[in-house]
């Protein structure tokens, strides 16, 4: 049997139903349907929290974090501490961050419908991005701010600096604690998560500023708190960044090696050879794959196929793949096969296949 093509999981995913048949391809959803409002499997990620309970849990940090932020911006500007701003503005990337989950985690639920074939999932990936890129340029401004305070320090009321930091920290725990209960495998979730705790760190050097300022003086002590901030702020941007980047780039999820998943693939009973290999990330914890994948004459396509989808989903965790099973001998052929070849080893010295040089693809 040639032409076999399969979708698993992902393609029920997003509504609860199965996706529509297309002649001439063999659907088999060997898994259950992600609930549309849920996450997909990811590698290494659970699924242990709701998503209403992750809602109740962003909504409540941020309740919190707004209401520390008006008074922290007010005690900053009363005490002229640069260290207590910019906490203020990271706590406000911080809510920042919470309202884009929140909207993303809406929007990314919604089921496919029209030109969008896998739904909005990629929202909270765009969101992410966005907040990455407001904390790197709030730091490039404390940069500045504080390089301006350390030529010349003005009066800093220390005091007021190291209560209301202490007080920071206490919130920022809270805060911290309630976020760790969600289900972080969303970028969106984990980039709050992340965003908080290095607000805590950021409250910590604020705290010692603080200290430092209030028993000897030196005022200095509070432009280079805000410094420490904005490095903070810096790396938690950059990372952000990243890894909506890999996202939106299609590259292959963190921890999932593609050359190594189409290595075991080959090595599988039956299989000549799999190319075209793709491994990508539809949105956070939520890994794809396709392949073409080629078998012996006698081989059973169908046999081999759910093998394959075995492997990927007890070894990988990837559940929504695309596997396109024909026999080596077919005579569908493509000029341009993406990617390396992947052959068992026992084959692995032998010539490729004829057609130009390049092996069949069923494509």
Request: glycine residues 12%.
């Amino acid at each position: 049997m040639s032409g076999e093509e399969t979708g698993t999981g992902g393609h029920a995913g997003a509504t609860g139903s199965p996706a529509p048949t297309t002649r001439g391809h063999d659907h088999d959803h060997g898994r259950a349907a992600q609930p549309a409002s849920g996450y997909g499997h990811g590698h290494g990620h659970g699924h242990g929290v709701a998503p209403g309970a992750d809602r109740r849990y962003l909504m409540g940090t941020l309740a919190l974090i707004l209401a520390f932020m008006a008074g922290e911006v007010v005690i900053g500007l009363v005490a002229g501490s640069l260290a207590l701003l910019s906490d203020a503005a990271h706590m406000l990337t911080d809510a920042f961050a919470i309202v884009l989950a929140l909207v993303a985690m809406r929007i990314a639920a919604r089921p496919p419908r029209g030109g969008y074939t896998y739904g909005l999932r990629r929202a909270e990936i765009l969101s992410a991005q966005l907040n990455g890129l407001t904390l790197i340029l709030l730091a490039a401004y404390f940069v500045f701010e504080g390089a301006m305070r350390l030529a010349r320090p003005p009066e800093v009321h220390g005091a007021l600096v190291f209560w209301t930091s202490l007080a920071g920290i206490a919130v920022n725990l809270l805060a911290t604690w309630l976020l760790s209960k969600a289900n972080r495998s969303s970028l969106n979730v984990e980039g709050a998560f992340q965003h908080i705790l290095n607000d805590l760190y950021a409250f910590i050097s604020t705290t010692i500023a603080g200290a430092v300022i209030w028993l000897t003086g030196f005022s200095r002590a509070d432009a280079i708190a805000s410094l420490v901030v904005a490095a903070l702020m810096l790396k938690a941007g950059w990372g952000l960044l990243k890894e909506a980047g890999r996202v939106l780039m299609e590259a292959a999820p963190a921890g999932l090696d593609p050359t190594e998943i189409g290595t075991r693939l080959a090595d599988r009973p039956c299989v000549r050879e799999v190319h075209d290999l793709h491994v990508w990330e539809l949105g956070s914890g939520y890994p794809a794959l396709s392949a073409h994948v080629l078998v012996d004459p006698e081989g059973d396509c169908h046999g081999v196929r759910r093998d394959l989808q075995e492997l990927l989903r007890d070894g990988y965790g990837i559940t929504h793949t695309t596997l396109e099973v024909d026999h080596v001998d077919d005579e569908f052929h493509c000029e341009d096969p993406h990617g390396p070849r992947h052959v068992p080893d026992h084959l692995a010295e032998e010539p490729a296949p004829a057609s130009g040089g390049q092996p069949p693809c069923g494509h």
